[in-house]
């Protein structure tokens, strides 16, 4: 009798246990693969260079003196230009159960490029009608982060959140009412600041894994200083023209890690 009713037990709860048992081991059972170790691999993605418009303060004549620029004038709003980006990822995880966490840094090149009006520039440096364009580019960028997610098995949601660097270079040309080009105006600048991402990674394999990653990049506002260098019919003499600019980068990237 006793027997009987072990074995009608049991065969009534196998079902209850097949049936939770998948969600069971995905949440609670310990992950397949481990997190821990260092890695590098490839990223490859698209990039957007958001340059918003700036403002147009002020100028230095060749005398040294300072003046408004009618005081101040709003330049044109940049336009977002979106690119291909690649580069290379190195980074480092601790795993202590489900939760992994680490450091990881990135590097990449990209040929970004926003333009927008600036035409007081012109008028107020050379003459009134000179239709004149800025323009940056960004050309490499690196961000160094702080990681952490949560192993499901093979998938590893995770954030993160550091700094960024980014090699922006800037030019200004135009050209006067007669059709005739104006002096230029172009240099490189290194410019630091924050970013936060988030993305989902899957081995795929003991030692290899894919993943992919959403980064938004902020390098803030700075006053940027554009000199020319004047010859007649211009006024001779070197000429500095100052105006705010604000710079941020988005990226979408699939990656490819090896796990060492």
């Known amino acids: 009798m006793a027997l009987g009713l072990a074995a009608l037990l049991s065969v009534c709860a196998a079902p209850a246990q097949a049936a939770t048992s998948p969600w069971r081991d995905f949440f609670t059972a310990p992950p397949a693969y481990s997190w821990n170790g260092a890695y590098a691999g490839l990223q490859l993605g698209r990039s957007v260079l958001d ?40 980074g480092y995880n601790r795993q202590y159960g489900r939760i992994v966490y680490g450091l990881e840094g990135t590097g990449g090149s990209a040929a970004n490029q926003t333009n927008q009006g600036c035409d007081a520039f012109g008028s107020a440096a050379f003459l009134p009608g000179t239709v004149a364009d800025c323009s940056t580019e960004l050309r490499y960028f690196a961000t160094m982060d702080a990681r952490v997610g949560y192993a499901f098995g093979r998938l590893l949601p995770y954030v993160k959140g550091g700094g960024a660097w980014g090699d922006f270079h800037h030019d200004v040309s135009g050209t006067l009412a007669t059709g005739a080009a104006a002096p230029q105006s172009s240099f490189n600048e290194n410019r630091w600041g924050y970013n936060v991402a988030g993305g989902l990674e899957y081995r795929v394999a003991a030692g290899w894994s894919v993943k992919f990653e959403y980064d938004y990049m902020d390098f803030g506002t700075r006053t940027l200083a554009y000199s020319f260098v004047n010859t007649p019919p211009f006024i001779a003499g070197t000429f500095t023209a100052y105006a705010t600019d604000t710079e941020r980068v988005t990226t979408l990237r699939l990656g490819v890690d090896y796990h060492f």
């Open 51 to 90: 340059s918003p418009g700036g403002q147009e303060s002020a100028f230095q004549t060749p005398a040294g003196a300072y003046q408004s620029v009618f005081p101040t004038i709003p330049m044109g709003t940049g336009d977002d230009d979106a690119n291909i980006s690649g580069g290379v990822t190195v």
